[in-house]
């Protein structure tokens, strides 16, 4: 609580019900379930930790190509 929240670009995360998932930071699609997190995504999730952003196999393959 009260942690300043620095523009740093970081993982996306939806959260319903308990069972969050992690978006695709460009196109939100999401990209796993809560269940399927790795330690660091669940700290991510939980805000205690820093993930990078995430990106879906398509906007992978386009921050490649450009
Ligand atoms: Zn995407």
New binding site residues.
């Given amino acids: 609580m009260g942690k300043i929240n620095y523009m740093k670009p970081k993982a996306k995360f939806k959260f319903n019900n308990g069972n969050g998932a992690l978006l695709?930071s460009?196109?939100?699609?999401i990209i796993k379930t809560g269940r399927d997190y790795t330690k660091e995504e669940k700290e991510a999730a939980y805000g205690d930790g820093y993930l990078e952003p995430q990106?879906?196999n398509?906007?992978k393959d386009e921050l490649q190509k450009s």
């Fill in positions: 695709c460009k196109c939100s699609v990106y879906c398509k906007c």
